[in-house]
């Protein structure tokens, strides 16, 4: 589930499909009061079609900006930059030589691009500095530890440098300035917001200071290391090729939102036919995998229920990976719709028996498969794992509390940010007009959230799909559930808490006459089905299990139970 408070900047790089050649280097200005920002988006495009973009901000020396999501259709161009928390909407004319639009980043401001990159002085060899090279540091932010890795290069101009964050799979974040004066290194990330202030050590193996980011400072050590490459997690239950089954990359159709989803279907050896499940992902923009903190949930979970003889479908959300669509604009119903274009993609495949497909979703997509199989009379079973069974806004105040807790804060400090999100959500679902909900929400958080970090929890919380989330009632349509359903949570679950939400699905099941159900909490798992010590964030990416055997012989088995294999 998505928190409404966080602390770094997520990014993941996104690459859609597009059917319309803008790739190059498009440049254009930004007028911001009395300044003018030049910015330069460059736009390449892979093997397979998929487009991927990166964008500079000149004048503020921000370079390689990631562009998670790009959309083309019908010379409509959509662009979603986490980083900065911005967006973009253009039109590209008849020559593909201009695109106007409309950036937007808390207010809107018009920005046109045009075909070419800005003159800028090119940068000469120069012999390396002493601290040139990687250097590995984590910062533990109180909601999880992140690796760092700070890339050090001399030039004609003096050090540059890029970041990558390991845990978070992003890659060569730009640093906007970095100045060393003797022992000190400081460093600037203006694309979100952090700075550097550090020592080098007299033997030059070692920088220490702190890391700070919206508001919060955070003690961060650097070591040199001699390959950044080989910094990897060890997942000891992702599969390794060659697998015992098939796998094909595919797409299908979601006809009414007029947009193309990209999957892996996998399929057992043998004939068939099998019964099948899509997998739904969690909220957030997830890939296929559902991939986070070093993690591929859903590549386990497929991989296990494909050696058992199931047939697995996974497929990138909208607007992320290869799939088309617009992220930032869908809401939990959107989602769903894209569900059974999944399920009719099912249907289409001789190796699947149509009568024995199923959904599995988990967190968000624990809410987005009732919605899917309440429209879809085909769906013949459904799993929610960590469903919510409460409102969002119930969720989030019981959320914040709990990892709050885990983090190792006082109740002094859990009570305080408490209190700043039922505020903040009591706006969110009194003011519908997006003006005057910025507008109270500045009021509300004035000298209780970092001004820094204001701008990006605004608009974390007036997006489409929180707004929707926190209204939405989960046991209205867990009530209207008539196949059979497998509910399941971890005992350590602090983001769906097992004690508030299996209890609501039990009763919305029953209540609708649903006499084919099973609800039930596991014990020691956290929210990803970990076996977990408290269940915090922070330990997610620490832990090297990806999902419990209980959790996954639990599903596997009900679902073969369920198909009467």
Request: negative net charge.
């Amino acid at each position: 589930m998505k928190q409404a408070f966080v602390i770094l900047c997520i990014l993941s790089a996104a690459r859609v499909s597009s059917a319309q050649d803008i790739v190059g280097d498009w440049h254009g200005s930004l007028k911001v009061g009395e300044a003018e920002l030049r910015l330069v988006l460059h736009v390449t495009k892979a093997d397979d079609g998929s487009l991927k973009a990166t964008l500079d901000s000149i004048d503020q020396g921000a370079n390689g900006i990631p562009v998670n999501a790009v959309t083309l259709k019908d010379s409509k161009l959509d662009l979603t930059v986490d980083a900065v928390h911005g967006t973009y909407a253009g039109k590209v004319n008849a020559d593909a030589s201009e695109i106007d639009g409309t950036w937007t980043q808390g207010g809107s401001l018009e920005l046109n691009f045009h075909r070419g990159n800005i003159a800028v002085k090119p940068a000469k060899p120069a012999k390396p500095s002493d601290i040139d090279g990687d250097w590995l540091g984590t910062v533990d932010t109180g909601m999880g530890k992140l690796r760092l890795v700070l890339h050090l290069t001399n030039g004609e101009d003096g050090l540059t440098a890029t970041m990558d964050s390991l845990d978070q799979g992003a890659n060569g974040l730009p640093v906007t300035s970095i100045t060393r004066t003797g022992a000190s290194l400081k460093f600037e990330m203006k694309s979100i917001g952090g700075s550097y202030d550090g020592t080098i050590s007299a033997d030059l193996r070692t920088f220490s200071g702190t890391w700070t980011q919206g508001g919060k400072s955070f003690p961060l050590a650097f070591k040199r290391v001699k390959n950044a490459a080989d910094l990897e997690l060890r997942r000891p239950q992702n599969p390794v090729k060659p697998y015992p089954y098939r796998e094909e990359e595919v797409s299908y159709n979601n006809p009414a939102a007029k947009i193309q989803l990209a999957a892996t279907l996998t399929i057992p050896p043998g004939k068939g036919p099998f019964p099948a499940v899509l997998l739904i992902v969690g909220s957030g923009p997830h890939d296929r995998d559902e991939t986070l903190m070093g993690h591929k949930p859903f590549l386990v979970l497929a991989d296990y229920l494909t050696r058992k003889g199931i047939a697995v479908l996974r497929a990138d959300k909208r607007g992320v990976g290869k799939s088309g669509g617009n992220y930032s604009q869908a809401v939990m119903a959107d989602f769903a719709s894209d569900a059974e274009s999944g399920v009719g993609y099912l249907k289409t495949r001789t190796e699947v028996n149509p009568h024995k497909i199923g959904l599995v979703g988990h967190s968000e997509g624990g809410s987005e498969a009732p919605l899917a199989a309440t429209h879809d009379p085909d769906v013949a079973f459904i799993v929610l794992m960590a469903g919510p069974g409460v409102p969002g806004d119930e969720i989030l105040a019981q959320q914040v509390v709990l990892i709050g807790r885990a983090a190792g804060k006082s109740q002094e400090e859990v009570e305080k940010d408490a209190a700043i999100q039922k505020e903040v959500l009591a706006t969110v679902k009194k003011d519908e007009d997006d003006a005057a909900l910025e507008k109270d929400l500045r009021a509300v958080m004035a000298g209780k959230v970092p001004e820094a970090q204001m701008g990006m929890q605004i608009k974390i919380v007036s997006s489409p799909w929180f707004r929707d989330f926190l209204k939405y009632d989960p046991a209205a349509t867990l009530s209207k559930v008539t196949c059979p359903v497998l509910d399941i949570n971890g005992e350590k679950d602090l983001q769906v808490p097992p004690e508030q939400n299996l209890a609501a699905i039990r009763k919305a099941l029953a209540a609708g006459g649903n006499k084919n159900f099973e609800v039930d909490e596991l014990p020691g798992l956290n929210h990803l089905f970990q076996t977990a010590k408290t269940g915090g964030v922070g330990e997610y990416g620490d832990i090297e299990e990806t999902m419990s055997p209980v959790a996954l012989e639990k599903v596997a088995s009900w679902i073969l139970k369920v198909v009467g294999a």
